[in-house]
């Protein structure tokens, strides 16, 4: 196993803990638990920029961008809620 997979690894689970860490935090109950569950999603949030960072200085992680049209189908499909 190469630095490249375990990194994209690292990055698949911090994106897995967002994931878990908001559902969390909008399910809770109470103030305290809703705290803590933001508490950790900021913290894996942070992580997974970190990991992503990296990745991306190496040249392991390139998005591509969308084209224009396909962005302009979207907003079409989906105007704004509001204003």
Known sequence: MDD????EGLLLD???????YMHGAVESGTANVRQAF???F????AMGD????QMSAKGW???????????????QKFPPACC
């Open 4 to 7: 490249r997979c375990i990194m």
């Open 14 to 20: 911090a994106k897995g803990l967002c994931d878990l």
């Open 38 to 40: 933001s508490a950790a």
């Open 42 to 45: 900021d913290s894996a949030l």
């Open 50 to 53: 970190s990991i992503y960072q």
């Open 61 to 75: 992680y390139q998005p591509e961008a969308a084209p224009q049209q396909q962005l302009q189908q979207l907003r």
